[in-house]
């Protein structure tokens, strides 16, 4: 099927069960609901194999975005063929000493893990971590950059200039903040009763002043009840001051619609519309194939946006096998594997 006939951008994007398209996944490609896929550790053998994976399901639906969890630290679905990135903590870890040099180094590590993402085949890596570090979070934990909103918003925005110099873009994850909640959202929904002068003041700063340059943003499924009972991805609430106090322009992906933290949203076709009602422009469905077809389901009458066709990876994507060519790659490999 060429572009031209390949349905318009759904709003959901799900996942797939194995490291090869099974017979009855190209039909589920196909309709129109669905909008992008997104891989994780099952689907992944090695950079090569993801690509060759990323180029069966673009030979389905050219206009698909394909996107996986590629953080670095304990967040790598890719290990074969691609750098082992350190957390994003141990990125950031001399910056008190070494301001500038942590800051460059943050931004060539976005643009390594752009460019190999690119040559893996990717549209989006979800990067990165916005979330100021608390000190109780576990899930959070070494994925933040600092326990300093400025810190934050310092190597935060210099690694989204990597990305962005590699033509990736950047995802802004989980607003406005998972910080500072001990529970697991993956677990259970957790509940930040901090004051919002508080949360305005410590997490929501790297948003306010990274709106402009991010191209996405994921919202947390956490309740933050001094500003709303509901979770902030089905939050008119938040996701009105995203847009409206903060001026984001950009997509806002819910985060996965099967975790438990979006269970308080009811089924997943009433999850599904809450979300897209909240402000959600494409919805996370993941690890639960029934749900998935419930959400593509409950979105059958929804127009998708168009900001979504902005996300898709526009250059010239290059050789996995032609990184090792470029010296700045080369220099950033041995350094950053490393650290890690």
């Known amino acids: 099927m060429s572009q031209a006939q390949s349905p318009a951008m759904g709003p959901v994007m799900l996942d797939l069960e194995g490291t090869r398209l099974t017979a009855d ?64 903590r141990r990125l ?44 109780t979070s576990t899930v959070i934990a070494d994925r933040s950059f600092s326990s300093s909103p400025e810190t934050v918003t310092a190597l935060a925005g210099a690694f989204i200039d990597g990305l962005h110099e590699a033509g990736m873009i950047a995802v802004g994850k989980h607003f406005p903040g998972h910080g ?7 677990l259970e929904l957790p509940v930040d009763d901090r004051a919002l002068e508080t949360l305005r003041d410590h997490d929501l700063v790297p948003f306010k002043h990274l709106a402009s340059r991010l191209d996405a943003v994921m919202p947390a499924h956490v309740v933050y009840s001094a500003f709303d009972t509901r979770p902030a991805g089905f939050s008119p609430a938040w996701l009105g001051m995203l847009r409206e106090s903060l001026g984001f322009k950009g997509v806002i992906f819910s985060d996965d619609l099967s975790m438990a933290g979006a ?49 898709r990876f526009a250059r010239a994507r290059p050789a996995l096998e032609s990184l090792s060519a470029l010296s700045r790659w080369r220099r950033l490999h041995a350094h950053l594997e490393a650290m890690a």
């Open 25 to 88: 996944e190209p039909d589920l490609l196909l309709r129109p609901e669905v909008g992008g896929v997104i891989l994780f550790g099952r689907n992944v053998e090695s950079a090569g194999q993801v690509r060759e994976l990323c180029d069966a399901i673009r030979r389905v639906r050219p206009n698909l975005l394909i996107g996986i969890d590629q953080e670095g630290g304990r967040v790598q679905r890719i290990r074969e063929g691609v750098t082992r990135l350190p957390s994003m």
């Open 92 to 135: 950031g870890g001399d910056v008190a000493h070494q301001p500038e040099a942590t800051r460059r180094l943050c931004q060539d590590t976005g643009w390594l893990l752009g460019m190999e993402m690119a040559a893996c085949g990717l549209d989006i890596t979800f990067a990165p971590v916005l979330d100021v570090d608390g000190g």
């Open 180 to 186: 500072g909640v001990t529970a697991d959202s993956h």
């Open 263 to 311: 269970a308080s949203a009811g089924s997943p076709g009433e999850r599904a519309r809450a979300a897209l009602a909240a402000g959600c422009d494409m919805l996370l469905v993941c690890n639960d194939r029934q749900a998935a077809l419930e959400v593509l389901d409950a979105c059958a009458e929804h127009r998708p946006t168009p900001r979504l066709a902005k996300l």
